[in-house]
C-alpha cells in the first residue's frame, strides 16, 4: 500500500509540474493578453483525466494489492504435523467415547517442541505425531492448559523445521492470514482468509477460560485443531482451535489462541510444567450502554470493575468498585475479553500498570499480580524418577497450602491413565 501511495504523489506532482509548464509558456512565451483561463483548466483536466481514467495506469490502481502466499505456505508445511491421540476415555467432536482422536500440531523448536490444543490430547495414553516428510515419532506430554486450550509436547528429534511466533497484537483486522492443519486427515492443508474480528469470546473454554480468540474465515475443519495460523511472512500468529457450526464443519467461522497467550503458555509449561497465571483479584463486566451513562463516560468501552477481593493485589493497589479499566500496560483494552487476554500474558510477582477511569478522571495504578491462592509464588511440578514410575505429576505446595493443610507436602497436578496411581482412582489436588 505504501508503494501506491507514493506512485500517486508522483503522478500528482506530474501533473502539477505539467500544468506549470503550460502556465510558464503562456505567460512568457506567447503574449500576456493571450493568456486564456479555459485554456489552462482544460491542461489541467487533461491531466488528471490521464491520472484517473486511462488504462495505461489500471493495473497499479487496483482497489487490492495481490498478495503472494507460496512461500508462506511451504515455510509453514514443513513445520505443521499430524497429531494422533489414542486412548480409551477419548471422546469425539460430539462427546462420544472413541478409541483416537486427531489433529493437528506446531513445531516451535528444532528439538522437537510441539504446540497443539489441549483438547486434541486430553485423556489420551499414547501420541503419536507425523511429519510433514512421513516420519513417525511418539511424543510426550510436558504439559497442558484447559484455560487456555493450549497443550505442549516433546518428541526426541533434532534440527526439525519450525514456526517463529509473532506478535498478535499486532495483527490488524482485514489482514490476510492462512490455516494450516489436517483437515479429515488431508495432510498439510493451506487455506487463506483475512482477520474478522479480535478477542472474541465464543463460551467454549472450561472454567476460568481465557478467551479472546482471532477470528477469521480460512477454512477450518475437524483435524485442524491445534494446527498453525499464520501471516503472509509465515509467522505463526495463533493456534487454530475451534469453529462455530451447525453442522460441526466449517460455515465462514473459525477462531484461534493469539500466538502472545500460546507463547506465555508454552513458555510456562516448558519451564514449570503448569501455566503461571497471574490474577488481578477483581470481578469484571464489560461496559453497556447504560453504565457507560451511570458513570458519564464518554464512549461505551472498557472494562467495569463489578467487585474486589479483600487483600488482593487490586485492592492494595487502590482499585474500586466502578473503576473503569481502559489499558493495561498502555494497550487499550475495550472488552473483558481484551483484558483477559493481556492480564494472561503476565505471571504472578509480575507488576502491571493499568489506565482507569475514575469520575470522569483517567488515572494509572500499578498492581503486583498474585496467584489463584493470592500469594506471588510460582509453582513448579515434578514428573520425573518415581513420579514418572507411579504415573502422577506433582507440584510443591505453596506457602498457603503449607500454612493451612500441613507443613510439606505435594499437590496432585495430573494421573497418567493405566498407571499405578491411575488404578486408586485417586484425583487432582490431592494433598500427598
Not at 262 to 273: I, M, Q, S, T
Request: hydrophobic fraction near 40%; aromatic fraction near 6%.
Amino acid at each position: 500500500m505504501n508503494n501506491k501511495r507514493l506512485f500517486i504523489s508522483f503522478l500528482l506532482v506530474n501533473m502539477v509540474i505539467t500544468s506549470g509548464m503550460l502556465l510558464f509558456y503562456h505567460i512568457f512565451i506567447l503574449k500576456p493578453d493571450t493568456i486564456d483561463s479555459k485554456i489552462v483548466n482544460r491542461s489541467i483536466r487533461a491531466a488528471e483525466n490521464e491520472i484517473l481514467f486511462s488504462d495505461r495506469f489500471e493495473k497499479l490502481m487496483k482497489t487490492a494489492v495481490p498478495s503472494d502466499f507460496i512461500n508462506a505456505a511451504s515455510i509453514s508445511r514443513k513445520a505443521v504435523v499430524f497429531v494422533q491421540a489414542k486412548g480409551d476415555r477419548i471422546q469425539n467432536a460430539f462427546g462420544s467415547p472413541f478409541s483416537s482422536s486427531s489433529g493437528s500440531g506446531v513445531i516451535i523448536s528444532a528439538d522437537g517442541y510441539i504446540v497443539t490444543n489441549h483438547h486434541v490430547i486430553k485423556d489420551a495414553s499414547k501420541i503419536e505425531i507425523t511429519l510433514n516428510d512421513n516420519r513417525v515419532f511418539e511424543a510426550s506430554v510436558v504439559g497442558s492448559d484447559p484455560n487456555t486450550d493450549i497443550a505442549l509436547l516433546k518428541i526426541v528429534a533434532q534440527n526439525l523445521d519450525f514456526l517463529i511466533f509473532s506478535n498478535s497484537d499486532s495483527l490488524m483486522i482485514g489482514e490476510w492470514v492462512m490455516a494450516v492443519g489436517n483437515p479429515f486427515r488431508l495432510q498439510s492443508t493451506v487455506t487463506a482468509g483475512i482477520v474478522s474480528a479480535k478477542a472474541r469470546n465464543i463460551n467454549l473454554l472450561e472454567n476460568q477460560g481465557i478467551e479472546s480468540f482471532i477470528q477469521t474465515d480460512a477454512a477450518v475443519n475437524p483435524g485442524n485443531s491445534g494446527g498453525a495460523l499464520i501471516n503472509t511472512k509465515g509467522d505463526l500468529v495463533g493456534i487454530c482451535t475451534a469453529i462455530q457450526s451447525n453442522s460441526g464443519q466449517y460455515e465462514g467461522f473459525s477462531f484461534a489462541v493469539p500466538s502472545n497467550l500460546a507463547r506465555k503458555v508454552v513458555a510456562d509449561l516448558r519451564e514449570f510444567g503448569v501455566v503461571q497465571r497471574g490474577w488481578l483479584g477483581v470481578e469484571i463486566e464489560n461496559v453497556t450502554n447504560q453504565s457507560a451513562r451511570s458513570l458519564n463516560l464518554n464512549e461505551v468501552k472498557g472494562v467495569l470493575i463489578a467487585s474486589v477481593a479483600h487483600n488482593s493485589g487490586a485492592s492494595e493497589a487502590g482499585i474500586k468498585v466502578n473503576d473503569v479499566v481502559v489499558k493495561v500496560n498502555q494497550t487499550e483494552v475495550s472488552s473483558t475479553s481484551e483484558l483477559m487476554e493481556q492480564i494472561g500474558n503476565y505471571r504472578p510477582g509480575d507488576a502491571v500498570s493499568l489506565t482507569i477511569i475514575r469520575n470522569g478522571n483517567k488515572i494509572e495504578k500499578e498492581i503486583t499480580l498474585r496467584n489463584q491462592l493470592n500469594s506471588t509464588d510460582l509453582i513448579g511440578t515434578l514428573s520425573d524418577g518415581i513420579f514418572e514410575e507411579l504415573g502422577v505429576e506433582v507440584r510443591d505446595a505453596d506457602k498457603y497450602e503449607k500454612a493451612v493443610f500441613a507443613p510439606s507436602g505435594v499437590i496432585v497436578v495430573s494421573v497418567k491413565n493405566r498407571s499405578i496411581i491411575g488404578a486408586t482412582r485417586m484425583e487432582r489436588d490431592t494433598l500427598l
